[in-house]
Every structure is written in structure tokens, then in C-alpha cells.
């Protein structure tokens, strides 16, 4: 290529997608009709005005399960945000029910990540389906955060060079509301992995299934991104499809999924899940939220959950416990850790060991963290990848897979406080992706997360990090002890050697 050629394809890189002056839009008011409601209404008396209830989503199974309850349960409204959203069965089973609600006469908004559509710039890594046939059905609108002007795979990464400071900034937010009665935030992306179908790994992942008020705070933040200058409709990216288009993409859709043997446990069509709504108000935990997010201005994001996180931590009297995937503190982070645990406070942090982690540049770059973080007071435990917990709350059967991963992105204050939601502990969440969760003040649910938590750091789930008088690290669980860092092979050690040469502010 002629540098010429080179110089003009990084001018045309550099020209953002324009963005475009459209009406503000807000979330429908709570739909008056459906499960949700019917279920809200009945919790009225024991929640109060500010009261919203709250299910723990520990296990994938149960998590794509209350995913395909709400969608199937909406009657007016859907809205969901994703960074990811893959081709696979989870992902496009998902997708058939969103499909099957807009039908229905569902209004539905989606956003997603342009991360997304990576692969070949025009779907939603939904092999079967166009994000332009999507966007085709009259009941479905969706947007793109940030997208790059070139759709093409070549001048993606062209203009990636051009305009990096822009392209790298990513909406890692995850969130479905229904009715504006009901949502589910958390850690999962939607894809296979996120909820136990893949049969190479699966995370150990968490989200919160919310009903009453807390919803609405989703919602809140929901339209903030939606009404934002960051994202792009779907139409002025590529065009729109048809429904010609759709018809026959979804009929391909729909062929797929009847083949898939992993999805045994799942069925194809739209459920009634009355009776599975109706059960909640005896199981829900009773408390309060607020909705917690980065901010897309008009120009530049603000972060505010870095704030929000050293804020929790602060709050503690007695214990925290985090667990989160992907760890690379800073020296601010860590002297206020320091800080909490000089003055009695425990601290507890369960995070990937090299053997369970997906993302070996963050391990590489937590390495040096370690043994700090041991010295420093803080009770370090590493996921094993071959953690008991895979079978109960990892895999989904009939689906067996190699090895689990960390996933999860979660804080417990004095068990009576908790954080769930989507924020890492990496310079990538801190500085360049939004992020949201919800900030929940519930004793009983803050004891079950924490309960949780204890099981993953057990014996059979973790290893426990302790440093000696030398600085020797060594990983422990039970009767077993290794001084050297458990991988799943030695290729692992070498790719995790050649992320350390690069800046831990990419990861």
C-alpha cells in the first residue's frame, strides 16, 4: 500500500460518524397490565413508595431463565444494553424471544456496544439475523454506542489507528428492564459462556433481578444512553432492512435453535411464567437501590463509579468483599484499601488465578499487585479453574465444560450493603468504558451474596494467597501448596510474559 493510500485511509478514519439532533425519548410509564405488575401491585404494601424487591442470580442457568421470564412477560415496554451480544445459542435464544415480544405489539429498544458488531460490521455477532433486518420490525428500535464510521472489517482497524482516543472508549453497560417494572443488571454479557452453554469454559457470573422502583432507576439510566450523542440509529449507519429481509433471516433464526442439543432444557417458544412471577412475593428480599453509572456528556464521558467504589469501601465498619474478575488497583486504590484495614476493617478479594482468567494481559498486570495487596492486609484468593462450584452454578447441563472463569463484578459492605453491576477494577472500567450497577442497601441479600462469596473462596473453589517474610508467594488450598502460579498449560505463562511489555493502561 502507497503511503499516499495510507495517509488518506487514517484522514477518512479520523471523521466520526456526524451525529445527528433527535427528539429526547423517555421510558414508557410502568405498564399497568402483566405478571410484573400484578406482582408489584401485590408487594405495595410491605415495599412502601422507595421499597423494590431483589433476587440474587447466582447460578447461569437460573440467570438465562429470569432473562426469558422477563422478556416473555413484557406487555408495553422492552429496553435492553449490552456490550456483547454473540451468534450462539444462548445469544440468538435470546434474540427469538425479543423477536417474538416485539411481535406482541412490545415497544423495543436495544443498545448495544459497536464492539459487537466486530466481526463483519453489519450484525449483532447474531450469525442469522442483520442488525438491519433488527431494526426493520416496526416495534423495534435499535442503536449503536459509538460506532466507527467504516462498517468494513480493513477500515475498522484503519480508522481504530486514527481516531483511537475516541474508538477506545466502549459501553460496557448491562441491563434489561420490562414494563418499567421489572430489570435484571449485572455482570453476563449475552452469550454462551455468560450462561453455562459453552462447552470450552463458563464464568462464574452474578446478576440481580429487580422489581419496583429500583427498575425505574435502571430505566433512568437506560434513557440516558439512549437520548445520548454517543449512540448512532441503527438506519444512519448502514440503512435500513426489510421485512422481507427479516421473515427470512428469523425463519433461519428459528431452524438453527430447534437443532441446538444444548438448549434441551429450554424451550423454543414464549412461556406463561404467571405462576413463576406470582412465587416471588414470598422469596423476594425487601430493600432499597439507586441506580449508579458513568455519564455520556456530549463531548466525553464522565466516570463516576471509581468514586462510587472508593465511596463503599469508606462506608465499611466492620468487612468488604469484592469479587471481580479483572484487578489492576492503582497506587490511590490501594492506599485506601490500606487504609481500611489498618483501622480494623476486613477485606476480602476473590479474583482470577492464571489458570481460570480469559484475559491474560489484566493477570499479567495484576501480578505485581499480589503480593502488595497480601502484605498489605487484604485476604487474596484466586479461582481455580477447576473449582468445584463449575457443576453448580457454572455449567448448565446437559453441557459439560473445560474450565470456569471469574466473571463477576460484585462488593459487600458489612453484609447489609451490596454493589452489583458491571464494573471492573481495571484502568479500562475506571477510564474508558462506562459502566453502571446498582448500589443495594438489603441485609438478607447482602448476607446471600456474602454467603456466596464464602463458598467460591472455599478450598475446592480457590486458592488462598499468602506471602512469607521473603516475599515468597505461594498459592494454597487445603492440604495443596504451589509456588508457582497454577495455569492451565505453559502457553499461558508465556502469553501472559508478553502482555507485561505492554502498558497496563490497555487492559
Known amino acids: 500500500m502507497s503511503v499516499r493510500l495510507v495517509v488518506c485511509c487514517l484522514l477518512l478514519g479520523c471523521a466520526a460518524t ?204 437506560f434513557d440516558r444512553y439512549w437520548n445520548s450523542q454517543w449512540v448512532v440509529p441503527q438506519q444512519q449507519l448502514e440503512g435500513g432492512g426489510t421485512l422481507v429481509t427479516y421473515e427470512r433471516e428469523r425463519q433461519g433464526l428459528e431452524d438453527k435453535l430447534k437443532a441446538a442439543p444444548a438448549l434441551t432444557r429450554f424451550p423454543l417458544a414464549e412461556q406463561d411464567w404467571s405462576r413463576e412471577v406470582a412465587a416471588l412475593a414470598k422469596t423476594l428480599h425487601l430493600g432499597t437501590a439507586r441506580a449508579v453509572t458513568d455519564t455520556p456528556e456530549e463531548d466525553s464521558l464522565t466516570h463516576h463509579m471509581p468514586n462510587t467504589i472508593r465511596a463503599l469501601f469508606a462506608e465499611a465498619n466492620r468487612e468488604v468483599l469484592v469479587a471481580n474478575a479483572y484487578v489492576i488497583p492503582d497506587e490511590v486504590v490501594f492506599a485506601r484499601t490500606a487504609n481500611e484495614v489498618k483501622r480494623g476493617v476486613r477485606f476480602l478479594m476473590l479474583t482470577n488465578s492464571l489458570a481460570s482468567t480469559d484475559a491474560a494481559g489484566v493477570h499479567a498486570h495484576y501480578t505485581e499487585w499480589r503480593p502488595r495487596l497480601v502484605t498489605g492486609g487484604v485476604e487474596l484468593y484466586e479461582l481455580r479453574h477447576d473449582a468445584a462450584l463449575r457443576q453448580a452454578v457454572a455449567d448448565t447441563p446437559p453441557v459439560t465444560s473445560g474450565f470456569v472463569g471469574l466473571h463477576a463484578k460484585v462488593v459487600v459492605v458489612d453484609r447489609e450493603r451490596v454493589l452489583i453491576g458491571s464494573m471492573n477494577l481495571d484502568p479500562r472500567s475506571w477510564a474508558h468504558n462506562t459502566e453502571m450497577g446498582l448500589v443495594i442497601d438489603c441485609a438478607p441479600l447482602a448476607r446471600e451474596l456474602g454467603a456466596a462469596i464464602d463458598r467460591d473462596v472455599r478450598p475446592e473453589n480457590a486458592w488462598r494467597i499468602d506471602v512469607d517474610a521473603q516475599g515468597q508467594v505461594s498459592w494454597r488450598a487445603g492440604d495443596q501448596v504451589r509456588f508457582e502460579a497454577p495455569a492451565r498449560d505453559e502457553s499461558q505463562r508465556t502469553e501472559e510474559l508478553l502482555h507485561l511489555l505492554l502498558p497496563a493502561d490497555l487492559y
Open 18 to 221: 456526524p451525529r445527528v439532533s433527535r427528539p429526547r425519548e423517555l421510558a414508557a410509564s410502568p405498564g399497568r397490565t402483566g405478571p410484573f405488575a400484578t406482582l408489584e401491585e401485590s408487594l405495595r404494601g410491605r415495599l412502601g413508595d422507595a421499597g423494590s424487591g431483589f433476587q440474587l442470580l447466582d447460578a447461569n442457568e437460573e440467570a438465562l431463565r429470569w432473562r426469558l421470564a422477563l422478556v416473555d412477560s413484557a406487555r408495553h415496554s422492552l429496553d435492553l444494553m449490552t456490550f456483547l451480544w454473540w451468534g450462539d445459542e444462548a445469544g440468538e435464544l435470546l434474540l427469538k424471544r425479543v423477536l417474538d415480544a416485539a411481535d406482541r405489539g412490545v415497544k423495543v429498544r436495544l443498545v448495544v456496544d459497536d464492539m459487537t458488531t466486530i466481526d463483519d460490521g453489519k450484525r449483532l455477532r447474531l450469525r442469522d439475523v442483520s442488525n438491519a433486518a433488527i431494526d426493520a420490525h416496526p416495534n423495534i428500535e435499535l442503536r449503536v454506542f459509538n460506532p466507527w464510521s467504516n462498517r468494513e472489517a480493513v477500515g475498522r482497524a484503519v480508522e481504530f489507528v486514527g481516531d483511537f482516543s475516541r474508538l477506545n472508549q466502549r459501553m460496557h453497560n448491562k441491563a434489561l428492564v420490562i414494563d418499567n417494572r421489572a430489570a435484571i443488571v449485572g455482570g453476563r454479557n449475552l452469550g454462551n459462556e455468560y450462561f453455562g452453554l459453552s462447552d470450552t469454559f463458563n464464568f462464574r457470573d452474578v446478576d440481580v433481578l429487580a422489581v419496583g422502583p429500583a427498575a425505574r432507576e435502571v430505566s433512568g439510566v
